[in-house]
């Protein structure tokens, strides 16, 4: 969270304001300042579900191998989920040319297994599964939207993120 308070300007009750806003509280707004700004509390990955979707995972988990997760791994994750869960090589490795050679897709997913086996619900869980004889990707369906909603929380709090704020690539 980032808070600015501008103490030529700012009076001393304008700024507890701010900080009691900053910590979800309700300020008691001066009679003189009648602008006091409304600040939306961060999300935060506890506001995902715990509750077991599919194989032991949950809402959270996935927010926190998104989170794990190298910037180019997490785009190719979540290009996968944008397409309805099965990509093929191609299609993904096209998406991505230039930015990730078509002989590093592999190499970039590595860090996916790795960070599954550490952060999932047990040592066996799949997560991006690969079908070498069909050539694709596949995200099991029932954890598309579960999916959708952790990155739209790493979207909206890129500070809790390996490698800060992914490249757009596109």
Do not use: H
């Amino acid at each position: 969270m980032r808070l600015t308070i501008n103490t030529e300007t700012d009076t001393y009750e304008q700024a507890i304001a701010a900080v009691q806003a900053a910590y979800g509280k309700r300020p008691a707004v001066p009679v003189d300042w009648p602008e006091a700004p409304a600040v939306e509390p961060m999300p935060d990955p506890q506001d995902l579900g715990d509750d077991v979707i599919k194989d032991g995972w949950s809402e959270q988990m996935l927010f926190q191998v998104i989170a794990a997760l190298m910037p180019r791994a997490r785009e190719v994750i979540r290009r996968v989920v944008d397409v309805g869960g099965t990509a093929t090589y191609d299609s993904v490795q096209q998406y991505f040319a230039p930015a990730i050679p078509r002989s590093k897709i592999g190499g970039t997913l590595t860090s996916v297994q790795a960070v599954v086996r550490r952060l999932g619900p047990d040592n066996r869980a799949k997560l991006l599964q690969r079908d070498e004889q069909a050539r694709v990707y596949r995200i099991d369906r029932e954890l598309l939207e579960p999916f959708r909603r952790a990155f739209a929380l790493a979207d909206a709090r890129t500070d809790l993120l390996r490698g800060g704020p992914s490249e757009t690539v596109t």
